[in-house]
């Protein structure tokens, strides 16, 4: 533990805290299955409760033995406080945020590590005490501090305040939004000043009770939300003349715990808490894991992964605590019941990855003192400069030890500052050996910033006490209301509805519009009256944030000075305004007050109440209550002209202030357009550089133009010459036809003068014999050359027709092998997915120092044969599988169908695993020989897809055991098939 914070302060620590069984443990005879010794945590197999193989082992922080308090090694609520508050108390006081925040399974003890249970006191109380019984003890050192508290819920990723008063907004959804510096808040969310333990122990009771709990079957007191109790613990002090300002914001955190809708049993608006919790937890979980992910790519200079901090509320709002500007400790609940064994399981391996999260925690100072110290620095500087021969030698020893330090860097960021020290160093040997000219002035300018600057801190700190300390005694002598100075328009409420009432109640007047009415009426007013006579919308007040308030009545029992108001009317200084018959309030407004003292003019004097309301004070208890109010009045007078003189000091420091700065930045301003010359100079030379580069390039770019103008022409002569090369040949075939229907005509013009020269020689029954040869002959030659032209047309058809199918056949082979090249590059990917995830595991196993087993050794599955039911009609083929888990071995009898459902319910649950692998096909009229090599793709199937399933780490078929893997899968249920039973 030790070794691991000197190596990196900003570790995440983490504490696991593992608590007494329940009664519902007890009832259920359940055993403890966790071990600790010393910072080890050992959880064991309920299966194998002897078996070391069977044993998981973590290292942490801390492991703290809560199960028995008779055990020598049990840990207190006091030595939880010990180990972690007191780190937390530490670095509040040195200027570091910290956060808490607890994990685990409903039920696992969370809240009671927090927040505590009767006389044992948790964490949160804990370290509030500590902290103002330090600052108690600390008193005495001229050191000031304040704290400020505000305590939230997270339910059903809506965020409520826990500490609001009014009964409307104990139920509003706040929202989440971004400062560009301070990172994520809740907008709206109540800040109330604490001064003692007493106070913040009022506000934490007060928030407890409107917390969000609720009875499972897990938990009688389930929290069914997130709660977040935030402290911002602020110190300042002056250190040897030097301004010390140091906040620190401290984030405790109760989460929900981690539920199975199985377990707790939860249905209807506990499913859906339950359904959030688990939402937020898992986002949770995957922020943790890119944490620590990204902590081991900056060790290693890899790319830092994403971090979902958006994708939950929760861990929006933790975005600092959990990677960022904190020192975070996570404390995790566990149970120890065998029955909890894979919720356990999981929070121990959830723990170890938080580890591994580095983060960067910085002591957070105010800017101005930051700029104090670099200004008393620079002042000791420029004075060793001033020290002669001996400031040179120092100097020059101060250089020779940089020169060294950069021979010696072994890293990167040990060269770095090296090389800014030996610059350092060498402007000191130059400075020093130039002589001391100008330096006297400098220390001079610097010392009177220096205390220009500590002055003006010193004041403000004591402006802010002192209008605590009003506050504080405000609080003391009238309760809950406020007596603050304001310099802007208020009401003061005369509370003549109650006689017990010792305190006056100031209403600020924000700029824009006022509301006043009935509390938990739509809109909510902005100020709520009530009592005889008031409406639900009384009035509204307009101010324009300068110097005019114009009151605007809706209800008709509106007065001013005991007159009705019905229209708009401008409210002036001193006038009393009455809503209703009870509610009476006196305007006041400092600007208006200043203008009349600047001006020298005198406020008509007029009855207190006016005409109407002064019936309402002849009892002398308002008599007395006039005079207090006169008395307060002339008391704030005084301290407004105290404020006034403070403030007129405070704008001649700020103008002296203002009148040296802005010499200095003049003098900055003339060397930074020395520099911005120079730069220019350079940017004129690179833009010529750029423009001759730009007529290059585009010179070239016209050469390719012309050169794709000229392959175009070439392209379309080439396409022109093919054209008429197509054209002649065209031609020529034209050509050859001809010649041969000519050669066709001469035959039978010759064969016609041939046969009418055969006619004229012959007999009248020669000429009809010759007749009818030719008229054969003719048919014959033209039957000839019809079923020419079928043949030639039908062969060319054929050649057409097979020619199509060569390249339908050509694409279907081309299709089959891109599909079957697909499915083997799926198959590959998925492989080296699951060798990877696998590899992965592996690592994360060795890291944890655990050791996952086997497939072979885990499980065994085997179909041996299979057996035939029903009739001869009916008859069906069972399928016999023999299945061992851990050494328990049993058998069940199951149909091709339950294989095919069972497949398609993995695919659905572990697509990773299931997806590709291949499932033994259907066939309508099986034989022998198929039904026997179905029983082999079966038995190969559930191998194959258990293997994947188990080295992927994938439930439910991972890290189980035949009670879980029967819950979770009825397939693996003892006994006939599924389908048979009624």
Same mark, same amino acid.
């Given at each position: 533990f030790f070794e691991r914070n000197q190596m990196s302060e900003g570790a995440v620590r983490v504490a696991v805290r593992v608590r007494p069984m329940n009664s519902r443990e007890v009832e259920r005879n359940s055993k403890c299955v966790v071990q600790m010794k010393n910072n080890q945590t050992w959880i064991f197999d309920p299966k194998h409760p002897e078996s070391e193989e069977h044993c998981k082992k973590f290292t942490f922080d801390h492991s703290y033995w809560s199960f028995d308090e008779k055990d020598a090694h049990f840990t207190s609520q006091e030595q939880v406080f010990h180990d972690l508050g007191e780190d937390v108390v530490k670095a509040a006081f040195t200027g570091f945020n910290a956060c808490v925040f607890a994990y685990g399974?409903?039920?696992?003890?969370?809240?009671?590590?927090?927040?505590?249970?009767?006389?044992?006191?948790?964490?949160?109380?804990?370290?509030?005490?500590?902290?103002?019984?330090?600052?108690?003890?600390?008193?005495?050192?001229?050191?000031?501090?304040?704290?400020?508290?505000?305590?939230?819920?997270?339910?059903?990723?809506?965020?409520?305040?826990?500490?609001?008063?009014?009964?409307?907004?104990?139920?509003?959804?706040?929202?989440?939004?971004?400062?560009?510096?301070?990172?994520?808040?809740?907008?709206?969310?109540?800040?109330?000043?604490?001064?003692?333990?007493?106070?913040?122990?009022?506000?934490?009771?007060?928030?407890?009770?409107?917390?969000?709990?609720?009875?499972?079957?897990?938990?009688?007191?389930?929290?069914?939300?997130?709660?977040?109790?935030?402290?911002?613990?602020?110190?300042?002090s002056m250190v040897n003349g030097v301004p010390s300002e140091k906040i620190s914001k401290i984030n405790l955190v109760d989460l929900a715990g981690s539920e199975r809708s199985s377990s707790t049993g939860a249905t209807g608006d506990r499913l859906r808490e339950g359904s959030n919790?688990?939402?937020?937890?898992?986002?949770?979980?995957?922020?943790?894991?890119?944490?620590?992910?990204?902590?081991?790519?900056?060790?290693?200079?890899?790319?830092?992964?994403?971090?979902?901090?958006?994708?939950?509320?929760?861990?929006?709002?933790?975005?600092?605590?959990?990677?960022?500007?904190?020192?975070?400790?996570?404390?995790?609940?566990?149970?120890?019941?065998?029955?909890?064994?894979?919720?356990?399981?999981?929070?121990?391996?959830?723990?170890?990855?938080?580890?591994?999260?580095?983060?960067?925690?910085?002591?957070?100072?105010d800017p101005n003192v930051r700029l104090i110290k670099e200004l008393r620095e620079e002042i000791a500087r420029l004075r060793l400069l001033m020290g002669g021969e001996e400031a040179i030698a120092k100097a020059q020893a101060a250089y020779d030890e940089a020169q060294r330090k950069i021979s010696s860097a072994t890293t990167e960021e040990e060269k770095a500052a090296a090389e800014k020290e030996v610059a350092d160093a060498e402007k000191a040997l130059s400075a020093a050996k130039s002589g001391s000219e100008g330096l006297q002035a400098q220390i001079a300018q610097s010392e009177k910033m220096v205390n220009a600057l500590t002055s003006t801190w010193q004041d403000k700190w004591k402006n802010q006490t002192r209008i605590l300390e009003d506050r504080q005694l405000a609080l003391k002598e009238q309760g809950r209301a406020l007596h603050v100075e304001s310099e802007h328009p208020h009401l003061v409420s005369l509370s003549l509805d109650d006689p017990l009432a010792t305190g006056v109640v100031m209403y600020y007047l924000h700029e824009g519009e006022t509301r006043l009415g009935r509390p938990n009426t739509d809109p909510l007013p902005d100020i709520e009256i009530q009592g005889d006579g008031v409406e639900d919308q009384q009035c509204t007040i307009d101010y324009d944030g300068v110097e005019k308030v114009v009151l605007k009545p809706i209800a008709m029992t509106c007065y001013v000075d005991g007159e009705q108001v019905t229209e708009e009317r401008e409210l002036n200084q001193g006038e009393t305004l009455q809503l209703g018959d009870h509610n009476v309030f006196r305007f006041l407004h400092p600007k208006q007050v200043a203008k009349?003292?600047?001006?020298?003019?005198?406020?008509?004097?007029?009855?207190?109440?006016?005409?109407?309301?002064?019936?309402?004070?002849?009892?002398?208890?308002?008599?007395?209550?006039?005079?207090?109010?006169?008395?307060?009045?002339? #008391?704030? =007078?005084?301290? @407004?002209?105290?404020?006034?003189? %403070?403030? /007129? +000091?405070?704008?001649? *420091? &700020?103008?002296? $202030? !203002?009148?040296?700065?802005?010499?200095?930045?003049?003098?900055?301003?003339?060397?930074?357009?020395?520099?911005?010359?120079?730069?220019?100079?350079?940017?004129?030379?690179?833009?010529?550089?750029?423009?001759?580069?730009?007529?290059?390039?585009?010179?070239?770019?016209?050469?390719?133009?012309?050169?794709?103008?000229?392959?175009?022409?070439?392209?379309?002569?080439?396409?022109?010459?093919? #054209?008429? =090369?197509?054209? @002649?040949?065209?031609?020529?075939? %034209?050509? /050859? +036809?001809?010649?041969? *229907? &000519?050669?066709? $005509? !001469?035959?039978?013009?010759?064969?016609?003068?041939?046969?009418?020269?055969?006619?004229?020689?012959?007999?009248?029954?020669?000429?009809?014999?010759?007749?009818?040869?030719?008229?054969?002959?003719?048919?014959?030659?033209?039957?000839?050359?019809?079923?020419?032209?079928k043949r030639q047309a039908e062969e060319e058809a054929n050649l057409r027709l097979q020619q199509s199918n060569e390249a339908h056949a050509k694409e279907l082979e081309e299709r089959e092998r891109l599909k079957a090249q697909a499915e083997q590059h799926a198959a590959e990917a998925q492989k080296r997915l699951q060798e990877e995830a696998l590899k992965r595991q592996q690592a994360e196993a060795q890291q944890s120092g655990t050791t996952r087993p086997t497939f072979d050794s885990v499980w065994s599955i085997s179909i041996p044969k299979a057996h035939t039911r029903g009739s001869e009609g009916n008859a069906y083929l069972v399928y016999e599988v023999h299945i061992g888990l851990h050494g328990d071995k049993w058998k069940i009898h199951r149909r091709y169908s339950e294989f095919d459902a069972l497949h398609k319910k993995l695919k659905q649950e572990i697509p990773q695993a299931a997806q590709f692998v291949k499932f033994p096909g259907k066939k309508l009229w099986?034989?022998?020989?198929?039904?026997?090599?179905?029983?082999?793709?079966?038995?190969?199937?559930?191998?194959?897809?258990?293997?994947?399933?188990?080295?992927?780490?994938?439930?439910?078929?991972?890290?189980?055991?035949?009670?879980?893997?029967?819950?979770?899968?009825?397939?693996?249920?003892?006994?006939?098939?599924?389908m048979m039973r009624p």
């Open positions: 399974q409903t039920g696992a003890g969370k809240s009671y590590s927090m927040m505590g249970y009767g006389d044992a006191v948790g964490l949160i109380p804990r370290i509030c005490e500590a902290l103002f019984e330090r600052a108690a003890n600390q008193g005495a050192d001229d050191t000031t501090f304040t704290a400020t508290v505000s305590y939230l819920e997270i339910y059903n990723e809506n965020v409520r305040d826990l500490l609001t008063d009014s009964e409307a907004k104990k139920t509003a959804h706040l929202r989440v939004r971004e400062h560009p510096q301070q990172g994520p808040y809740v907008e709206g969310l109540s800040v109330h000043d604490v001064t003692d333990f007493n106070s913040i122990e009022q506000l934490m009771e007060l928030g407890n009770s409107k917390r969000t709990t609720a009875k499972t079957g897990m938990n009688d007191t389930s929290s069914r939300s997130h709660s977040l109790f935030t402290i911002v613990f602020t110190q300042a919790i688990n939402k937020s937890l898992t986002t949770l979980g995957l922020v943790i894991s890119g944490l620590a992910e990204r902590s081991a790519a900056q060790s290693q200079k890899k790319k830092a992964p994403f971090i979902p901090y958006r994708d939950s509320v929760l861990t929006y709002l933790l975005k600092e605590s959990l990677g960022g500007n904190s020192k975070t400790i996570m404390l995790a609940a566990i149970s120890p019941a065998d029955i909890n064994y894979g919720e356990t399981l999981s929070t121990l391996h959830y723990a170890n990855r938080a580890k591994n999260i580095v983060n960067k925690p910085i002591v957070n100072e009349m003292k600047a001006s020298g003019q005198q406020q008509p004097k007029k009855s207190m109440l006016g005409k109407k309301s002064s019936l309402l004070l002849k009892s002398d208890a308002a008599d007395q209550r006039l005079e207090e109010l006169e008395r307060l009045h002339k #008391e704030r =007078e005084e301290k @407004a002209r105290e404020q006034q003189h %403070l403030h /007129e +000091e405070e704008e001649h *420091r &700020r103008a002296t $202030l !203002e009148e040296e700065l802005r010499t200095q930045a003049e003098k900055e301003k003339a060397e930074l357009a020395a520099r911005l010359a120079q730069l220019e100079e350079m940017v004129r030379k690179k833009d010529e550089q750029m423009l001759s580069l730009q007529q290059q390039t585009e010179e070239q770019r016209q050469r390719e133009a012309e050169l794709r103008h000229l392959a175009d022409l070439r392209e379309q002569e080439l396409k022109k010459k093919e #054209e008429l =090369e197509m054209k @002649a040949a065209e031609t020529a075939r %034209l050509v /050859e +036809e001809e010649r041969k *229907r &000519r050669e066709e $005509l !001469e035959m039978l013009a010759a064969e016609e003068r041939q046969r009418a020269a055969d006619m004229m020689a012959a007999s009248e029954e020669e000429r009809r014999k010759l007749d009818e040869k030719y008229r054969q002959e003719t048919e014959e030659r033209l039957r000839e050359r019809e079923e020419a032209f099986p034989d022998k020989a198929f039904l026997a090599k179905r029983r082999e793709g079966l038995e190969q199937y559930l191998n194959e897809v258990i293997k994947a399933a188990h080295d992927l780490n994938l439930p439910p078929l991972a890290d189980t055991n035949r009670e879980r893997l029967m819950e979770d899968l009825p397939f693996f249920r003892p006994g006939e098939a599924l």
